[in-house]
T-cell receptor
Framework: KQEVTQIPAALSVPEGENLVLNCSFT??????LQWFRQDPGKGLTSLLLIQSSQREQTSGRLNASLDKSSGRSTLYIAASQPGDSATYLCASQGGKLIFGQGTELSVKP | ETGVTQTPRHLVMGMTNKKSLKCEQHLGHNAMYWYKQSAKKPLELMFVYSLEERVENNSVPSRFSPECPNSSHLFLHLHTLQPEDSALYLC??????????????FGPGTRLTVL
């Protein structure tokens, strides 16, 4: 049974800092790994999708990497801004999406 | 806006009430999903519909009854719920149901409180 874990559960950083969010999964037989953003009381917004054959994906200040052999993915956020404050969720897809519990990010002005 | 809408956004109901959650997608997708998000727990997949047929039911109690009348609409009928069913209920849609490139698009959710 796939288990997805995200560390840390919460993170607070000053504006402008570069940061890394971590995601690990137990079963490497996945189709893809996805990162989502969730604002308080809202739904999820897809940020990046890395297919199993890929190593990384980039969108603006976001870069996500995938290492299937070690069961890890990271989301790198460059030059963080207060507007980046949200909960970030990773999810592995192997037929269905299995989510981690999320990392709650707070970027202080 | 993701192209997936949910109504109502907030719902308070008693344990003896019957209510329904509605989801509509305007993306031309063929698959729709219901998820439950409880406090401090990961999102849990409840139901998956592909081309209006239920393809997955993750051992959800019978007090939750889904309905998919067409590929654009998905309902979750609720009856005799328990306080522990209070959660954010999220609907999602995707082009297919499980291909490697199928990104799911989520609605804003319905915040349900059961008294």
């Amino acid at each position: 049974k796939q288990e997805v874990t995200q560390i840390p559960a919460a993170l607070s950083v000053p504006e402008g800092e570069n940061l890394v969010l971590n995601c690990s999964f137990t079963d490497s037989a996945i189709y893809n790994l996805q990162w989502f953003r969730q604002d308080p009381g809202k739904g999820l917004t897809s940020l990046l999708l890395i297919q199993s054959s890929q190593r990384e994906q980039t969108s603006g200040r976001l870069n996500a990497s995938l290492d299937k052999s070690s069961g890890r993915s990271t989301l790198y956020i460059a030059a963080s801004q207060p507007g980046d404050s949200a909960t970030y969720l990773c999810a592995s897809q192997g037929g269905k999406l299995i989510f981690g519990q999320g990392t709650e990010l707070s970027v202080k002005p | 806006e993701t192209g997936v809408t949910q109504t109502p956004r907030h719902l308070v109901m008693g344990m003896t009430n019957k209510k329904s959650l509605k989801c509509e997608q305007h993306l031309g997708h063929n698959a729709m999903y219901w998820y439950k998000q409880s406090a401090k727990k990961p999102l849990e997949l409840m139901f998956v519909y592909s081309l209006e047929e239920r393809v997955e039911n993750n051992s959800v109690p019978s007090r939750f009854s889904p309905e998919c009348p067409n590929s654009s609409h998905l309902f979750l009928h609720l009856h005799t719920l328990q306080p522990e069913d209070s959660a954010l209920y999220l609907c999602a849609s995707s082009q297919g149901a499980g291909a490697s490139t199928d990104t799911q698009y989520f609605g804003p959710g319905t915040r349900l409180t059961v008294l």
